[in-house]
């Protein structure tokens, strides 16, 4: 079952979202990022994407959370904690600059739904781009003209582009992960020297 994530899967989204994060997301993964550390810091976004009804759910027939995908208004600023946990930092200030480097004429759409983030549990590919698909309708039904994400994986990168033909948005520059520079230092040092964020995105055909 696919549905708008409500209050009801709070827990089990955050949960989801702290497990793939930490455990298989090259950025989170390479810092080492502790699990509570990253609940403080994606809860006050699960918790306005639920109030927002913008964000998609995978459910099995078991009734098991599979899956998340993590939309918000992009004329809205995405809710952060009060405080960003330090081991988050370098992550929250890359994403910033990329955000800075994002060409607005680019974009070419006054109503832009900004896919933040998404999550699947492990055996549950084939689900993808049912929840994606949804997520698509979500946004048609609710007038978007364009959607895009800053995508910070490999994996999702080559789903976006080959299953949807999503396009590479104009930045003005590229910030490649290894030599990022944070407080003096490369925090993400060890991780490939071609991965960078791709900023990808793709206008709508409106519904009617």
């Keep these: 079952m696919i549905t708008t994530l409500n209050n009801d899967w709070r827990d089990p989204a955050i949960d989801c979202l702290t497990r ?4 298989a997301e090259p950025l989170t993964a390479c810092l080492n990022v502790p699990k509570n550390d990253f609940k403080k810091f994606v809860s006050p976004i699960v918790d306005q994407a639920i109030e927002a009804k913008l964000s998609t759910i995978a459910i099995s027939p078991k009734n098991e959370f599979v899956g998340i995908v993590i939309a918000h208004d992009y004329s809205i600023p ?3 904690p009060d405080k960003i946990p330090d081991s988050m930092a370098p992550i929250v200030e890359l994403l910033d600059q990329i955000s800075h480097s994002i060409e607005q004429p680019a974009l070419g759409a006054d109503k832009i739904l900004h896919i933040f983030t ?9 689900e993808s781009q049912k929840l994606f698909d ?3 309708r979500i946004a048609q039904q609710h007038k978007f003209e364009m959607m895009f994400t ?3 994986n490999p994996l999702s990168q080559q789903f976006l582009i080959r299953r949807y033909g999503w396009h590479e ?4 520059k590229k910030i490649y992960y290894k030599y990022f520079s944070f407080a003096g230092s490369r925090p993400f040092e060890k991780l490939n020297p ?3 964020c791709k900023v990808l995105g793709s206008r709508l055909s409106i519904n009617h």
């Design 150 to 152: 800053e995508a910070t």
């Design 134 to 136: 949804a997520q698509i």
């Design 169 to 172: 948005i104009a930045c003005n």
């Design 118 to 126: 998404a999550a699947m549990e492990p055996g549950n590919s084939s």
């Design 194 to 196: 071609k991965m960078y």
């Design 78 to 80: 995405l809710a952060m």
């Design 20 to 23: 793939q994060f930490c455990e």
